[in-house]
């Protein structure tokens, strides 16, 4: 008979764990925390093609958190063996699916129901929206039991995922709400790139330790991939913000934050950047930080309202994990 054995939080697997489990937990939001109705004044005066640029970049974030939260972090736990990290990861599905919940909340407060509908089937019929989700999707459900190269190229899918793909979509609801426009909708999203920071890093931390445990062989192997992937998943999401944002004249200015995320993605890795520094628009900047958001308590739940007291992840911690793990030059 097998003995089972129960997870003990008592006896710490790493020194960064429980660090990241007080994290994730006490950043614990939900959607009807935030009143959304105030931005109907504000979609009211958005022509359509804003209207329809908005709905469709949530309609892509929403099938991202899906996969991530149906498939990406179950199937990593799945192989994970430490349960205090298994734990971690499963807390970061619930709240991918919180996510993906809160972008429909948004839809059937501002939107019709036709609208909803037309968005959820560009979803299905967007090519570079489908592209990626198959290419995260596949690698999550090639993992191997025993195999550490088919882990450590699911977990770096979803650091790409976490720290990559969602900020094109991102972009607009940080764009408008730094102009005062939308602003309870752009809450939401920078309550969830709080989330994805944590998720990232984390995910981020166990990528590298896996990579440790491979050998000279497979670590050549991994080499080749995370480069090769990075630059299909870019040149497939420059089409996709094209797709998105030439109506409205922001593409330029989305195609350099993207750039600007793949770095921190392949930073999260304990990798060097790849693309140039290049100036990244200061509004839709401010929103990928985790500082505090300062609001009227009665107006807006802001990311500074919380159940308890939250300290944002600051750059010295992500300094502090990274030291956690032995760090091998991959490039």
């Known amino acids: 008979m097998n003995r089972f054995e129960a997870v003990n939080w008592n006896a710490p697997e790493t020194d960064y764990t429980e660090l990241l489990w007080t994290q994730n937990t006490t950043q614990f939001w939900l959607d009807t925390e935030i009143p959304i109705s105030k931005d109907l004044k504000t979609w009211s005066k958005m022509n359509i ?76 019929d967007n090519k570079q929206l ?56 752009g809450e939401i999203i920078k309550l969830i790139i709080r989330d994805e920071s944590v998720h990232g890093v984390f995910v981020g931390l166990l990528a590298q330790e896996v990579y440790n445990s491979l050998s000279i062989v497979e670590k050549q192997s991994a080499n080749e991939f995370v480069p090769a992937l990075l630059d299909d998943l870019y040149h497939n999401e420059l089409e996709y913000s094209e797709k998105l944002y030439d109506e409205i004249g922001l593409t330029h200015e989305v195609k350099k934050y993207i750039r600007y995320n793949g770095n921190k993605a392949m930073m999260n890795l304990g990798l060097e950047p790849v693309f140039p520094e290049e100036e990244v628009n200061p509004v839709v900047l401010n929103g990928i930080r985790t500082e505090t958001s300062t609001h009227d308590f009665f107006s807006t739940k802001g990311n500074g309202y919380q159940k308890g007291k939250v300290e944002p992840l600051q750059d010295k911690d992500f300094t502090f994990l990274n030291d956690r793990v032995k760090q091998s030059q991959i490039f």
Do not use: C
């Not at 198959?134 to 190269?149: A, E, H, Q, T, V």
């Open 49 to 124: 093609n804003e209207q329809l640029t908005y709905m469709r970049v949530l309609g892509g974030l929403t099938l991202l958190d899906t996969e991530q939260g149906n498939v990406g972090m179950p199937m990593i736990a799945q192989f994970v063996q430490e349960k205090q990290k298994k734990a971690i990861l499963i807390f970061q599905a619930a709240m991918e699916e919180i996510h993906a919940k809160s972008y429909s909340t948004i839809f059937t407060t501002v939107a019709s129901a036709e609208m909803i509908n037309e968005t959820f089937e560009w979803v299905k």
């Open 130 to 185: 489908q592209y990626k989700t198959s290419i995260i999707d596949g690698l999550y459900r090639d993992i191997k039991p025993g195999d550490g190269l088919s882990l450590y190229k699911a977990m770096v899918a979803s650091v790409f995922l976490e720290s990559f793909l969602f900020y094109s979509g991102f972009f607009y609801p940080l764009y408008l709400a730094g102009q005062g426009k939308m602003v309870a909708s």
